[in-house]
């Protein structure tokens, strides 16, 4: 795994966050990798370069980061990508054709059933949405051949699990390999490439950044072949990330172990008051024991992480009253900041979603996300408090 000459081999997650693909600036001993804000680079001779030949290809601040991402997922490889969104088309154009087949969990984020369902189909690639979750279901899906499967666990945003190892050993069983989405952990929480998976998908935008300064989007992958051909891709498509952001995710990614550990204990915190909530219903967070998949959380991932999400009493006009009425929690379309963010998934995140399969998949129109951030977790159960309490709030 990439790592530097100053980080050992076996260095725990917090060293690597802060020092993995970095070294100091050859030149002048500057501690921050450089912004190579350039298109081109001037090469020895025809047929001789330095690595690097058009920013399109690559680009030295990007690849500080890709080998960061990389020691961070326990992988031997990463390629990132202008948005997490352009990391999931790479993924499905370097490894999908017409006629080819992917399954892929029925629980996941709405722009990847959008680039699915409304874009990919015209090229003859068929999608099978399928509870990933229920191994028999799992398993009958692998009866007809696919060439992926794609799951994402926890759900956004209903959190609903789907087992690693279980999942990677019935794709490899069925001759498909097995991407994992772990946006809404990232490797600070879950490693899916050391539980069985072929591929990690990253939305760097939300954990790996932390602060809502950027868009982005990695691969990360041991296999070496796969990480050739999605750079490929990347390259043919266009999609590299900008090198100012790939900086900057650099700089978020240094706290991403001790934020994430942190928003997870504040997330249990808020849960546990919204679980005795007489007005909250159907509360979803994996680090609660009453969750319906508590052990399996408890085998696959270090802590509950930052997301839960719930409905009210009173339906979808409560749960609007709810997200109109905070202060400190930001309605925003966003997850994984230092901010605690709250998000109507039916309106915003899952809006391109058929209304009817939002409903299959649990996605209610009252459901209300939250994000939870760094924010001292009295503050953010205050604000809560205060919304649920509105007159127009509508109870039990």
Same mark, same amino acid.
Not at 49 to 57: F, H, I, Q
Not at 338 to 357: D, R, Y
């Given at each position: 795994?990439?790592?530097?000459?100053?980080?050992?081999?076996?260095?725990?997650?917090?060293?690597?966050?802060?020092?993995?693909?970095?070294?100091?600036?050859?030149?002048?001993?500057?501690? %921050?990798?450089?912004?190579?804000?350039?298109?081109?680079?001037?090469?020895?001779?025809?047929?001789?370069?330095?690595?690097?030949?058009?920013?399109?290809?690559?680009?030295?601040?990007?690849?500080?980061?890709?080998?960061?991402?990389?020691?961070? &997922?326990?992988?031997?490889?990463?390629?990132?990508?202008?948005?997490?969104?352009?990391?999931?088309?790479?993924?499905?154009?370097?490894?999908?054709?017409?006629?080819?087949?992917?399954?892929?969990?029925?629980?996941?984020?709405?722009?990847?059933?959008?680039?699915?369902?409304?874009?990919?189909?015209?090229?003859?690639?068929?999608?099978?949405?399928?509870?990933?979750?229920?191994?028999?279901?799992?398993?009958?899906?692998?009866?007809?051949?696919?060439?992926?499967?794609?799951?994402?666990?926890?759900?956004?945003?209903?959190?609903?699990?789907?087992?690693?190892?279980?999942?990677?050993?019935?794709?490899?069983?069925?001759?498909?390999? %097995?991407?994992?989405?772990?946006?809404?952990?990232?490797?600070?929480?879950?490693?899916?490439?050391?539980?069985?998976?072929?591929?990690?998908?990253?939305?760097?935008?939300?954990?790996?950044?932390?602060?809502?300064?950027?868009?982005?989007?990695?691969?990360?992958?041991?296999?070496?072949? !796969?990480?050739?051909?999605?750079?490929?891709?990347?390259?043919?498509?266009?999609?590299?990330?900008?090198?100012?952001?790939?900086?900057?995710?650099?700089?978020?990614?240094?706290?991403?172990?001790?934020?994430?550990?942190?928003?997870?204990?504040?997330?249990?915190?808020?849960?546990?008051?919204?679980?005795?909530?007489?007005?909250?219903?159907?509360?979803?967070?994996?680090?609660?024991?009453?969750?319906?998949?508590?052990?399996?959380?408890?085998?696959?991932?270090?802590?509950?992480?930052?997301?839960?999400?719930?409905?009210?009493?009173?339906?979808?006009?409560?749960?609007?009253? !709810?997200?109109?009425?905070?202060? !400190?929690?930001?309605?925003?379309?966003?997850?994984?900041?230092?901010?605690?963010?709250?998000?109507?998934?039916?309106?915003?995140?899952?809006?391109?979603?058929?209304?009817?399969?939002? &409903?299959?998949?649990?996605?209610?129109?009252?459901?209300?996300? !939250?994000?939870?951030?760094?924010?001292?977790?009295?503050?953010?159960?205050?604000?809560?408090?205060?919304?649920?309490?509105?007159?127009?709030?509508?109870?039990?």
């Amino acid at each position: 795994m990439p790592l530097n000459s100053y980080v050992p081999d076996d260095a725990q997650i917090e060293t690597a966050a802060l020092h993995s693909g970095t070294e100091p600036d050859p030149t002048t001993g500057a501690i %921050l990798t450089p912004i190579y804000q350039t298109t081109t680079y001037r090469q020895n001779a025809v047929g001789s370069d330095k690595g690097y030949t058009y920013s399109r290809a690559g680009n030295p601040t990007v690849k500080a980061l890709e080998d960061r991402i990389a020691t961070l &997922e326990k992988a031997e490889h990463a390629t990132c990508f202008s948005s997490g969104l352009a990391a999931t088309n790479a993924l499905f154009l370097t490894l999908l054709k017409a006629g080819d087949r992917v399954v892929v969990s029925d629980v996941c984020y709405g722009g990847t059933v959008r680039l699915l369902e409304q874009i990919l189909t015209k090229f003859g690639v068929e999608a099978d949405f399928v509870d990933t979750s229920d191994e028999a279901k799992l398993a009958e899906s692998l009866q007809k051949p696919a060439a992926l499967v794609f799951i994402e666990t926890p759900a956004n945003p209903t959190l609903k699990l789907t087992d690693i190892a279980l999942a990677a050993r019935l794709a490899h069983d069925a001759g498909a390999l %097995l991407a994992v989405d772990n946006t809404l952990l990232s490797p600070a929480l879950q490693r899916p490439i050391e539980l069985g998976a072929d591929i990690v998908l990253e939305s760097t935008t939300k954990f790996f950044d932390g602060h809502n300064a950027t868009i982005g989007g990695a691969l990360a992958t041991s296999n070496a072949e !796969l990480d050739e051909a999605f750079k490929f891709t990347r390259k043919t498509i266009g999609s590299i990330q900008a090198p100012f952001d790939a900086w900057l995710t650099l700089q978020g990614s240094k706290t991403l172990p001790l934020r994430v550990w942190q928003q997870s204990e504040n997330a249990l915190a808020v849960a546990a008051f919204l679980k005795d909530h007489p007005r909250v219903k159907n509360l979803n967070y994996p680090g609660l024991p009453d969750f319906p998949q508590y052990e399996l959380a408890r085998r696959q991932q270090t802590a509950g992480g930052a997301l839960l999400s719930f409905e009210l009493h009173g339906g979808i006009d409560s749960g609007i009253a !709810l997200m109109n009425n905070v202060k !400190l929690c930001s309605l925003a379309e966003n997850l994984g900041s230092a901010e605690t963010l709250i998000t109507h998934p039916a309106s915003m995140t899952h809006g391109s979603v058929a209304p009817e399969a939002r &409903e299959k998949a649990g996605i209610t129109d009252g459901l209300v996300r !939250l994000s939870v951030g760094l924010e001292n977790p009295e503050d953010i159960i205050a604000d809560l408090d205060r919304a649920l309490s509105q007159r127009f709030v509508k109870g039990v």
